[in-house]
């Protein structure tokens, strides 16, 4: 078991593009493993690998947040979004990489995706509500795009200058997550 510092923006990694993922791996599980571990340790809903420096298509994701924490875990590799509704829902984000700082965004309501499990095996999800913003934000990630791009100027230099207040004492801007005890 071992748990990941978090990246804290403005960490050049979170604006990098990830690369899809071609071996399937005991080490790609364990990393995996890691991030759900990494996660649940810094009270999270979702995680993807440029969180953790890696610049890689893997996301995590609690799907159960809303009801109940750790019922429904998703674990998405090369996920790509192959539908969007037109439709949008406006929903209060937050994000690791922002701690503390949370703000309404619009997403489509309704999504399909495509991705692979830790062994390869393609499966197809379709989302709404909750779940479709969760993955969308996540998904993001893998392109280098934050909650904070979805905002309007006003409210993105609040949140930056909010962010250089909470970075001050971390100089590599990295958020160290420590196991906490239930
Ligand atoms: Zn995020």
Redesign the pocket.
């Known amino acids: 078991m071992a748990y990941w510092d978090i990246l804290l923006y403005p960490h050049p990694l979170l604006r990098e593009k990830s690369t899809d993922i071609e071996e399937f791996t005991p080490e790609l599980g364990q990393l995996i493993d890691d991030m759900f571990d990494t996660m649940f340790a810094a009270q999270g809903l ?1 995680l ?1 690998a440029p ?1 953790i420096g890696k610049n890689i298509k893997l996301v995590v994701l609690d799907a159960g947040a809303e009801m109940k924490r750790g019922s429904e875990l998703m674990e998405l590799i090369n996920p790509r979004i192959v539908y969007k509704s037109p439709e949008t829902v406006i929903l209060e984000e937050g ?3 922002f701690p503390g700082i949370y703000a309404n965004v619009e997403r489509s309501a309704e999504i399909k995706v495509e991705a692979m499990d830790r062994h390869g095996k393609p499966f197809t999800i379709e989302a709404d509500s909750f779940l479709a913003v969760a993955l969308q ?2 998904i993001d ?1 893998l392109s280098g795009i ?2 904070i791009d979805h905002l309007g100027r006003v409210k993105q230099s609040m949140i930056k200058r909010k962010m250089k207040k909470i970075t001050r004492g971390h100089k590599l801007l990295k958020r160290e997550v420590r196991r906490r005890r239930a």
Do not use: T, V
């Open positions: 979702g993807a969180q994000c690791l990489s934000h996540e990630h934050l909650f």
